[in-house]
């Protein structure tokens, strides 16, 4: 295929062997512009850096003979992680087991500590429940470039946001944390090792990677582990690929490489023509573009014939939360459809147990709830706090249809080459594509601002918008974003 004018561009400024960054829009052909880099030099040595193991699988088919492609977990491995594979294939551990063999009451001593809430409210805090926020430090940590762990890591659960509940939280959290990573450091440790174990300790070494140069996908997403390593490689030419406006992990710590790189120096280049949908469908996701900030604007393929409409009978229904999908879930089964959710419904099964588990009086060392000490303190959240607007969908959901059947909605979905319908989260929609896409309801227009009376939306959402709508090729029904057009102001 001969290059667009913007993909030739691309190919020659490679050829000045700056560092470049290549902004590169929804279905613009980003992987195939990499191609042609490596193809154009065919004496340089190329390492692709893929998202996920099946990208760089498939990137290694297509790919020509100079370049190798690898995820960032597989280069670590092969440095430093084969010493520990003998760790990665031990058994589940639960909290309450991993607290046992750490020895946390020996660190933060015996019995069970307290903490005040953001309410007010006192939250227990056993042993097993610090254990988890130690493990849950230790995996924020990993995704970062800091040296060491610190209070900044302890992620930020409903309920326990506010600082002086995180210092309480610091206090008891830390200690444990920092002695787990001693432990995850020795080839006898006894707790649980996991992937991005050894890439942090990987990135602490300072490796330096042979070859000419790098090519980093998805950098809007990049962890700073991983763009450190790259932005480490003063020898070679860094080319960092992504789309800013598809920045969506930020809450897990992702951040945007190809801003870094911009700022550092590098060239800036843009990939604006999609061929995944027509003038319509990018009509829709400029408006998002807009919202977002970006001075990106995509131009829809004209061979592909898209509109915005109704849809009666969608491929695929986006939603924004995991309890929105789970509605449409319902939804669908009541009505005999047959249903796949991406990603599987564990991860629904295993917030419907929690809620579960505080209806009935206990406690819940799941990520969402464990701030809470009961089901009525999640309604209260959900209700009164600008933070608890996520939890409002999940609030309703396991109200109205009660958390068993949830549970058994999970266990009646079906693989998607089975499905009628595929239901997903627009953040694991990311990377797919289908031909007619309903964005559910869930994604909700912000109040106005009570000062200004303007309608303020966080950036985050707008990008996630933008990624939703961005991933039908035919037809795209976005009447639940008919509010873009009443945005008036975008918070950070």
Request: aromatic share 6%; proline share 5%; charged share 25%.
């Amino acid at each position: 295929m001969d290059p667009t004018p913007e993909q030739a561009e691309a190919i020659a400024a490679y050829g000045d062997g700056t560092d470049l960054v290549l902004q590169a829009g929804a279905g613009c052909g980003k992987s195939s512009t990499l191609k042609m880099i490596a193809k154009a030099d065919p004496r340089a040595s190329m390492l692709y850096v893929a998202y996920n193991k099946s990208i760089a699988a498939d990137a290694q088919k297509s790919f020509p003979g100079n370049a190798s492609c690898s995820t960032a977990h597989s280069l670590a491995f092969r440095a430093i992680g084969k010493d520990f594979a003998h760790r990665l294939n031990g058994p589940r551990q639960t909290a309450h087991r991993a607290a046992q063999l750490l020895g946390v009451s020996d660190l933060i001593g015996p019995g069970v500590s307290r903490i005040t809430g953001d309410l007010g409210e006192v939250v227990a805090m056993p042993s097993k429940r610090i254990m988890r926020y130690a493990l849950e430090t230790i995996a924020a940590w990993c995704y970062s470039a800091d040296p060491e762990v610190a209070a900044r890591h302890i992620p930020r659960k409903p309920g326990l946001k506010k600082a002086a509940t995180v210092q309480q939280l610091a206090e008891l959290v830390l200690p444990v944390a920092r002695a787990a990573w001693r432990d995850l450091l020795k080839p006898d440790g006894v707790l649980k090792f996991a992937h991005d174990h050894y890439l942090k300790m990987w990135q602490l070494g300072g490796p330096k990677l042979d070859t000419d140069v790098v090519l980093l996908d998805e950098a809007q997403d990049t962890n700073d582990v991983l763009a450190a390593v790259v932005q480490a490689q003063q020898h070679a030419q860094r080319i960092v690929v992504g789309d800013s406006a598809q920045q969506i992990y930020e809450w897990r710590g992702a951040n945007d490489a190809l801003a870094k790189f911009a700022a550092d120096g590098a060239q800036e280049l843009t990939l604006s023509q999609s061929f995944r949908f027509g003038p319509a469908i990018a009509e829709a996701a400029n408006a998002w573009l807009y919202v977002v900030g970006t001075a990106l604007r995509l131009k829809g393929f004209e061979r592909v014939e898209s509109r915005l409409g109704p849809l009666a009978d969608p491929d695929a229904v986006l939603c924004r939360t995991n309890a929105g999908a789970m509605e449409v879930v319902l939804d669908a089964l009541a009505h005999g459809v047959r249903v796949a959710l991406v990603g599987g419904g564990s991860d629904m099964k295993r917030l419907a147990e929690a809620a579960a588990a505080l209806q009935a009086g206990h406690d819940t060392d799941h990520p969402e709830l464990c701030g809470f000490p009961s089901w009525d303190a999640v309604r209260q959240y959900a209700e009164e706090e600008a933070d608890g607007a996520d939890l409002r969908v999940l609030v309703r959901l396991v109200d109205t249809h009660g958390p068993a059947a949830v549970v058994a909605a999970t266990e009646r979905l079906v693989a998607e080459d089975q499905a009628q319908l595929v239901v997903s989260t627009a953040h694991r929609s990311k990377g797919r594509e289908w031909p007619r896409v309903q964005i559910h309801t869930d994604f909700r227009a912000p109040s106005p601002d009570p000062v200004t009376g303007l309608a303020t939306v966080r950036r985050e959402e707008a990008r996630l918008a933008y990624v939703a709508v961005t991933r039908a090729r035919e037809v795209l029904d976005d009447r639940a974003l008919a509010w873009v057009d009443d945005v008036k102001a975008v918070a950070a």
